[in-house]
């Protein structure tokens, strides 16, 4: 519960994620379209003000000429933005290879992908090298543009050998590290062939911040056990040099979702999706199609739940929106055909000729969710300051977005959503067509119980921004226990082990049941501490401890 210094972010910030919030395409030689990517990181720093920022990230695409970089460059540069050119193997090696495909589910509890094991293991020390030689090409484009005085903060599992490269650079350079997954008990990073080189990387930032207290536990007795090092209170010592690790749980812009909720057309939205519902409790559910949101754990609980209370089967309907991630990759492609035939067979086995227990929608990271957001918040339509912060986990983690079928339940067309058309309710929909923020403000604010079932998430914003919407329901909220907003919103939530699906289907009971009194209750603790944990703490908090870290010339070497 640190709270920001007060200090005010006048300095220059270096963000360097992964990915830059705008996706570049390319027109001709020399020209260039530029789409504002969105996703857990940018909404989290929406809401930052007072900051001269500047992104540093990889633009997403490979450009090989001169020219094409030159014009890009020179585009990004219009949004505060400089780009890091990666030839396509490294990047394929360093970002599907060792980002996505070894780090991301180690750090989620679920090992390598159990099919591609071999070959994963094979090539291993390649898309190792790769990540190295990327993560120092990130450096070399951050110590071109470092003036003295800036703060460099380093984002996500693609960058833990950032902060040793920086220091090789300038051991004086104020660096910062910032991990948006869990990370691991120091069981699980121990079986990671590269564990020692990574954990002493990340010890050369100043500071290295998690979501948690846990991950940043694990993280130091990673450090003590197998670099056998000294865990203290403050973080990690090495030979009389402290690298300071905390906790800085990241929050949302809540005052923006506030001032949504009283826009007319927002108003609008809530009143179809009433009036639509009537006479049906409303459950949500918002996830990336990742393993890590146990989307199908989900479902197959509310399955449950139906088969034991036939009294709710026509009275509860559950909103699944999923945004398709990382369509190319076949464990995510089995995932989504996973969740259809589970979506399809309870549908057909529950619905009627007038309902259908599930709406399963699938709809991509739309530029227009945060573009237009900005727009009709008043807000600058360029990118500002703070939004140009981290794509990362949605975007980066999830990038890959190519085609998608997708629906608004909130738009007009949803008179087509009828079990008649669609045996699994997935509603395909032209692609101009996608969910944008007042819709998804709308959903969240007609909801009567949102569902958050990840296995494992760093924070999860989903289940914030659905407490910041329930002013006057007080919805209640049923989160994962391995969810790192668990920890914050805990006590007002309905807490459960999603692997233990009775225990979820006995939950959704216990919520659709609850007392008003219950539910005013617990939706009071969270909304004060979603009201006063926002992101502009986070990114304050953090910068403030950077810049309180005493520099010592802790050039650190070791490998
Ligand atoms: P994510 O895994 O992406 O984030 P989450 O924290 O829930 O998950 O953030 C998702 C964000 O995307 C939310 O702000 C949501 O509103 C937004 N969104 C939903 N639908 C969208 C759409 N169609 N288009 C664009 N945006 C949409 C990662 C980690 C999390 C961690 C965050 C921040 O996995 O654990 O909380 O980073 O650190």
Not at 196 to 209: F, H, Q, T
Not at 357 to 368: A, D, G, M, N, Q
Request: glycine letters at 6%; charged letters at 20%; a neutral charge.
């Amino acid at each position: 519960n640190r709270r920001s210094r007060g200090r005010p972010m006048k300095q220059r910030l270096l963000v360097v994620a992964n990915r830059l919030p705008v996706s570049a395409v390319r027109r001709g030689e020399d020209s260039w379209y530029l789409e504002v990517s969105a996703g857990g990181l940018v909404s989290a720093l929406l809401g930052v003000k007072d900051v001269d920022a500047r992104w540093i990230g990889w633009a997403g695409v490979n450009v090989p000429d001169e020219v094409g970089q030159r014009a890009l460059t020179k585009a990004l540069a219009e949004k505060r933005c400089i780009p890091v050119f990666l030839d396509e193997e490294i990047a394929h090696q360093y970002y599907n290879g060792y980002c996505n495909n070894i780090l991301w589910p180690l750090f989620h509890y679920l090992g390598l992908p159990q099919e591609d094991r071999l070959a994963t293991t094979r090539s291993f020390q390649s898309q190792f090298d790769a990540y190295k030689r990327a993560n120092k090409m990130f450096a070399d484009v951050v110590n071109m543009h470092y003036q003295e005085g800036d703060v460099v903060w380093c984002h996500d599992y693609h960058l833990m050998f950032l902060p040793k490269c920086l220091k090789e650079y300038n051991s004086k350079m104020k660096v910062g590290w910032f991990l948006h997954t869990p990370f691991p008990s120091s069981e699980i990073h121990r079986t990671l062939p590269s564990r020692s080189e990574l954990l002493r990387s990340v010890l050369a930032a100043d500071i290295v911040g998690f979501h948690t207290y846990d991950y940043a536990r694990h993280f130091v007795s990673a450090c003590t056990r197998i670099l056998g090092l000294e865990g203290t209170p403050e973080g990690v010592e090495d030979q009389g040099m402290l690298t300071r690790v905390a906790a800085f749980p990241i929050g949302i812009d809540s005052d923006r979702f506030k001032r949504a909720l009283e826009l007319p057309a927002v108003k609008e939205h809530i009143n179809e999706l009433t009036h639509r519902f009537a006479g049906r409790k409303v459950m949500l559910g918002v996830d990336r199609l990742d393993m890590i949101k146990g989307i199908p754990q989900k479902i197959l609980a509310f399955e449950k739940f139906l088969e034991e209370n036939p009294s709710w089967r026509d009275k509860v309907v559950l909103l699944q929106i999923a945004v398709p991630t990382r369509t190319d990759v076949p464990e995510y492609q089995k995932l989504t055909s996973q969740v259809h035939e589970i979506v399809g067979r309870i549908n057909g086995r529950f619905g009627t000729l007038t309902a259908v227990p599930i709406h399963h929608l699938f709809l991509p990271l739309s530029r227009e969710w945060t573009v237009g957001s900005f727009a009709t918040d008043g807000r600058p339509l360029e990118l500002p300051l703070l939004p140009l912060l981290l794509s990362a986990a949605f975007a980066a983690v999830a990038t890959a977005v190519r085609s998608f079928r997708h629906c608004c339940c909130c738009c007009p067309q949803l008179s087509l959503l009828s079990p008649l058309l669609s045996a699994t309710s997935i509603a395909t929909a032209t692609a101009d067509r996608s969910l944008d923020f007042h819709a998804l403000c709308a959903l969240y604010a007609v909801t009567d119980v949102a569902l958050v079932t990840s296995l494992r998430d760093g924070m999860n914003l989903v289940s914030y921004e659905f407490v910041a919407c329930q002013g006057s329901k007080k919805g209640v909220l049923i989160l994962s226990e391995f969810a790192g907003a668990a920890q914050s919103l805990g006590a007002g939530a309905l807490l459960v082990n999603p692997w233990n699906i009775t225990e979820v289907a006995a939950s959704i009971g216990y919520a659709l049941n609850m007392s008003p009194d219950e539910r005013e209750k617990r939706h009071r603790h969270n909304y004060a501490h979603v009201t006063t944990h926002t992101a502009q703490d986070w990114a304050e908090t953090f910068v403030s401890e950077l810049n309180d870290t005493v520099v010592e010339a802790q050039l650190r070497t070791r490998q």
